[in-house]
């Protein structure tokens, strides 16, 4: 019996493709799964401790045919929002050079992950950027999709 497509192992591997990046090196960032235990503790820790985090979102699924014959694979456009935070107080001590401010993450995420496939994925495609408003954070957005047929199972 076949098992249904597991997206936290498709979160878990974005999540091994940001943390592998060097820009990102050692503690200068926490890389946080949208589906991990206790959500609002790891955010609320990265920011208050290490002062920048990326939230991976759990993805939005889109059929993307108008017919749904019960032998016709499912295919699907999945959507995956990211939340690149950042305490700035907390941050932005020391030089400029030893920290990476909200802004240079988000492109980092975007230069990392546009056009690369995950292992049975079509290529993740960035397409579009949205910085959010908060008065006591900097907070962007970001949005990139990918492509899978699923079977039935």
Same mark, same amino acid.
């Given at each position: +019996?076949?098992?249904?497509?597991?997206?936290?192992?498709? !979160?878990?591997?974005? /999540?091994?493709?940001? #943390?592998?990046?060097?820009?990102?090196?050692?503690? %200068?960032?926490?890389?946080? /799964?949208?589906?991990? %235990?206790?959500?609002?503790? *790891?955010?609320?820790?990265?920011?208050?401790?290490?002062?920048? +985090?990326?939230?991976?979102?759990?993805? $939005?699924? !889109? /059929?993307?045919?108008?017919?749904? =014959?019960? @032998? %016709? =694979?499912?295919?699907? &456009?999945?959507?995956?929002?990211?939340?690149i935070g950042e305490n700035p107080p907390? /941050? *932005?001590?020391?030089?400029?050079?030893?920290?990476?401010?909200?802004?240079?993450? +988000? +492109?980092?995420?975007? !230069? *990392?992950?546009?056009?690369?496939?995950? @292992?049975?994925? $079509? %290529?993740l495609a960035v397409s579009e950027t949205?910085? !959010?408003?908060?008065? &006591?954070?900097?907070?962007?957005?970001?949005?990139? #999709?990918?492509? *899978?047929?699923? =079977? =039935?199972?």
């Amino acid at each position: +019996m076949s098992a249904p497509i597991d997206l936290s192992a498709l !979160q878990a591997a974005i /999540n091994t493709r940001l #943390t592998t990046l060097d820009y990102f090196g050692g503690d %200068k960032i926490v890389i946080i /799964n949208e589906d991990e %235990k206790d959500i609002d503790a *790891r955010i609320n820790t990265a920011l208050g401790q290490i002062g920048l +985090m990326v939230l991976i979102g759990t993805p $939005k699924i !889109q /059929n993307q045919e108008t017919e749904a =014959p019960e @032998s %016709k =694979p499912f295919n699907g &456009k999945f959507t995956i929002e990211f939340a690149i935070g950042e305490n700035p107080p907390i /941050n *932005r001590t020391g030089e400029p050079t030893e920290y990476i401010t909200c802004l240079n993450a +988000m +492109m980092a995420v975007l !230069q *990392r992950l546009h056009g690369w496939a995950p @292992s049975g994925w $079509k %290529k993740l495609a960035v397409s579009e950027t949205n910085p !959010q408003r908060d008065t &006591k954070r900097q907070v962007n957005a970001l949005v990139a #999709t990918t492509e *899978r047929v699923l =079977p =039935p199972i």
